[in-house]
């Protein structure tokens, strides 16, 4: 019986190694694997060069798909590139656009394991420190408590 599997992402070496955990340890062939990416309001404004007033691609939609692109270029060198050639299907890529804080990207995270009717979320966890940690939260620590479904993190050494 074949799993539907969420894998969150983002352009750090944790998730990719994580990412290599998975396919090493939990991957089964025939599983349906999502990866997700939330790009969050700051990493538009960035972007774009404005404050984070209102996240709407009008302002500059050359620079709202640059923002896109980022993401498919370090998803494909990241993650797709480093499948194995035993695994047969290829990952569904889902792009959302979300409000910055972790609360939020956790929820989009929640969410969309919902929508997929996810067996599994499996996810990296990040080597923030204990004060960071507190001042900025922990997507990884907000799934874990608000997900309905089984929540694996990968802790990296």
């Not at 960035?46 to 500059?60: C, E, M, R, S």
Request: proline share 5%; glycine share 4%.
């Amino acid at each position: 019986m074949s799993r539907v599997l969420l894998f969150p992402v983002d352009d750090s070496e944790d998730s990719q190694k994580s990412w290599d955990w998975f396919v090493a340890n939990f991957y089964r062939d025939g599983d349906e694997v999502h990866l997700l990416n939330v790009i969050s309001r700051l990493t538009f404004a960035a972007t774009l060069g404005v404050p984070a007033v209102d996240f709407t691609p009008q302002i500059n939609r050359e620079a709202y798909e640059a923002v896109v692109q980022k993401s498919e270029a370090f998803i494909v060198k990241r993650f797709l590139a480093r499948l194995p050639q035993h695994i047969q299907t290829t990952p569904i890529v889902h792009i959302v656009k979300s409000e910055v804080d972790t609360n939020s990207v956790g929820h989009v995270i929640c969410m969309k394991a919902e929508e997929l009717r996810a067996a599994a979320i499996l996810m990296g966890s990040h080597n923030k420190g204990p004060v960071a940690e507190f001042f900025l939260g922990s997507v990884s620590q907000y799934v874990s408590h608000h997900s309905k479904v089984p929540v694996v993190i990968v802790k990296q050494p």
